[in-house]
């Protein structure tokens, strides 16, 4: 995809406030501090976009990203920040679990999760979340952070996660980077595809 023009569009904390162009959306869920919204950039080759940190729990809201009137690329709340309150915690999971169970024209979830370490209990309860409310569909993940792995690592963590995460030939696990250019052609070949 040739992009001309990437913006945000809407911050949205409930459904009344999502996008109505009915375009095809494509949304990227994880722990927080995974790099959601450090992909985005990535893939968009915009610096600062969607807004980083390096301490989790920056991205608040569900943050909807208008590429060229297309798409939209969607960056989700992390989940697994320790400095929130149960009520948070609840209100968040609510607002994630809304947009992506009820959302026709999400195409695809992006599970981001960390190139560096074994998945962890939220990251298998997401997983077998997405495969409840898409059955009928392959389980798109993302390792992240690859630039952190020795060349040794790289192999022996993407089996744990696969393993952890007990995906299945159809599945897709993609490696991923923000310092060079690994997984991004996939990505957005990935994002094409389905456009297709
Ligand atoms: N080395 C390296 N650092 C990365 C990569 N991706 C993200 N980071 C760093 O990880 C930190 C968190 O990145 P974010 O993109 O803010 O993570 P997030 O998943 O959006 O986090 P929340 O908004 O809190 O849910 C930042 O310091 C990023 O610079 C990567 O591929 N390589
Ligand atoms: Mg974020």
Redesign the pocket.
Known sequence: MNIHNAQITVSAVKPTQYPKTGVPEFA?V?????????????ILNRKSL???????????TINFYDIDETIFLV?????G?AKRSQDEVRSWGDMIESYLSARPQLKQIFL?VDSRHAPTKDDIMMLEWIRTVRPDEPVVVIA?????LKTSEIEPNLNLIYEKLELNEDDILVP????DD?GKATVWDMINMLLA
């Open positions: 990227f994880g722990r927080s501090n995974v790099g959601k919204s450090s992909l985005i950039n990535k969607a807004r980083v940190s390096a301490s989790p729990g920056k991205t608040i960056d989700l709340p992390g989940y920040y981001l992240t952070k690859l630039d952190k991923f980077s923000t310092k690994e």
